[in-house]
């Protein structure tokens, strides 16, 4: 089972960043064409779009970016394997942090499948939320069905494409989320089902516009840079002193080669002198 989760990953992943509505990619079977994750940064979420919260609550999308940043999974409570271990891998990634749901930033879940509802949300809300807290705080984690115009409205902004096959009943998709400010708009998106806690804290400080986290950790942005192709924050500190030593080292050969000829050549001019006895 992990081995067919870990091609349907690379698989979904020689998707992501190709345009999946106007290109095809002629590695990925059929099935597959048309899958996949655009990065649309800066595009604006529907704020309007009504979903069904899992108390069967109606709420708005706007409602829920209550002046917070938002982790944004599209997913489906009933898939068999990959959205699971989307799910259960930002719990992952989200445990170690200081931040909190609820308080720094909010998880939002939306079904893409248009025929499951608040039980099928209440029932996957409270496995993912023991599984990060012991004491099974839900706070700041929402789990949302809703029709299917809703649902593509919201995957159409951040350039999330799936499909449905009716022939395995199942939902094609790519693996990744998506960091929103609290205006609602795409600041990040990180790829897979395995997601560092690095990544996570950094995006949502900087999709937070810096309003959460310690000053040190707005220092760290100065020392990661988000790399898009990867979805990940590489230490562009590091690269910069790799650079200065190298450079540092070819100034100090360089200054030496020049003393030597300097030295040489005063030697050739200077004449000999013999002292005799």
Same mark, same amino acid.
């Given at each position: 089972?992990?081995?067919?989760l ?6 979904f992943s020689?998707?992501?960043?190709? &345009? ?9 079977p059929?099935?597959l064409?048309g899958?996949?994750i655009?990065?649309n940064l800066n595009?604006?979420?529907?704020l309007s779009?009504?979903?069904v919260?899992e &108390? ?11 002046g917070r940043?938002?982790?944004?999974a599209l ?7 990959l959205?699971?271990?989307i799910l ?6 989200l445990?170690?942090? &200081? ?26 809300r409270q496995?993912?939320?023991k ?14 069905t ?9 995957a ?6 799936y ?6 009943k199942m939902f094609?998709?790519g693996?990744g989320?998506?960091i ?14 395995d997601?560092q ?6 995006s949502l400080i ?5 309003r959460?986290?310690a000053?040190?950790?707005?220092i760290?942005l100065?020392c ?8 990940k924050y590489t230490?562009?500190v590091?690269?910069?002193?790799h650079?200065a030593?190298?450079a540092?080292l070819?100034?100090?050969l360089?200054?030496?080669?020049l003393?030597w000829r300097?030295?040489?050549?005063y030697?050739?001019k200077?004449p &000999?002198?013999?002292?005799?006895p």
């Amino acid at each position: 089972m992990k081995l067919i989760l870990m091609v349907a990953v690379f698989l979904f992943s020689l998707a992501t960043g190709a &345009s999946a509505q106007n290109q095809s990619n002629p590695i990925l079977p059929k099935y597959l064409q048309g899958v996949g994750i655009d990065q649309n940064l800066n595009a604006q979420v529907p704020l309007s779009a009504q979903f069904v919260d899992e &108390s069967g609550r109606t709420v708005k999308l706007g409602d829920l970016l209550g002046g917070r940043p938002a982790v944004l999974a599209l997913v489906y409570y009933t898939c068999p394997q990959l959205c699971d271990q989307i799910l259960r891998g930002i719990v992952m990634g989200l445990r170690p942090l &200081s931040l909190r749901p609820g308080r720094d930033f909010d998880v939002i879940a939306i079904s893409i499948n248009p025929q499951e509802g608040p039980a099928d949300a209440f029932t996957k809300r409270q496995e993912i939320t023991k599984l990060y807290s012991r004491d099974g705080s839900t706070n700041g984690w929402h789990f949302l069905t809703g029709t299917d115009p809703n649902i593509h409205a919201v995957a159409d902004a951040v350039g999330y494409h799936y499909r449905y096959d009716p022939k395995s009943k199942m939902f094609f998709h790519g693996a990744g989320i998506m960091i929103l400010t609290p205006e609602g708009k795409a600041a990040r998106y990180l790829y897979g089902v395995d997601f560092q806690a690095k990544d996570l804290k950094l995006s949502l400080i900087e999709a937070s516009h810096n309003r959460i986290g310690a000053p040190v950790d707005r220092i760290l942005l100065f020392c990661y840079h988000y790399d898009p192709s990867t979805g990940k924050y590489t230490a562009t500190v590091m690269n910069l002193l790799h650079a200065a030593a190298v450079a540092f080292l070819l100034l100090l050969l360089g200054g030496g080669a020049l003393l030597w000829r300097a030295d040489l050549r005063y030697h050739r001019k200077t004449p &000999s002198v013999v002292l005799r006895p």
